[in-house]
């Protein structure tokens, strides 16, 4: 008679759980290697802010802003309705999914109510857009765009 680790049925009945092992470790590796981003690191200072956030949002509803999106490529063109006359924006871009991918860049006034910006790279996807006048901006459009 064969010794038990020269028999086929042991290392069959170890193969199975072996298995299952393997990919579980594999599983847990692939979780920790492409985890979701947090849509905000610290939720408590974000949440402090969300009444700054509103305000500006409801100020440029009083002042009827709405802007228009038209990308090319690189180029993105906004069409800005309302009585603001900046000749430079902010655009902050936050990709829907992947939050090392926002970025945030200076729009100039190509004409009246009309601003131009070129982008770094091509955009791909659902892309969350804020508009403002900087730091000190007293309004902020928000929404969303497909590239």
């Not at 072996?18 to 492409?34: F, H, K, R």
């Not at 490529?73 to 900046?86: F, K, T």
Request: hydrophobic residues 45%; negative net charge.
């Amino acid at each position: 008679m064969l010794p038990w680790y020269r028999q086929f049925w042991p290392w069959f009945l170890i193969l199975l759980p072996g298995t299952a092992v393997v990919a579980s470790l594999y599983t847990l590796i692939i979780a920790n290697q492409y985890a979701d981003d947090l849509v905000v690191d610290d939720y408590y200072k974000e949440g402090l802010a969300i009444n700054r956030q509103l305000k500006r949002q409801n100020e440029a509803r009083v002042l009827e802003l709405k802007a228009t999106f038209t990308s090319q490529q690189r180029q993105l063109d906004i069409q800005l309705e309302g009585p603001i006359e900046a000749s430079q924006l902010r655009l902050l871009l936050s990709h829907a999914m992947e939050s090392d991918q926002d970025f945030a860049v200076p729009v100039q006034q190509i004409g009246r109510g009309h601003y131009r910006v070129l982008l770094p790279q091509v955009l791909k996807g659902r892309w969350h857009w804020t508009l403002d006048e900087g730091v000190s901006s007293h309004w902020r459009l928000d929404g969303d765009h497909f590239f």
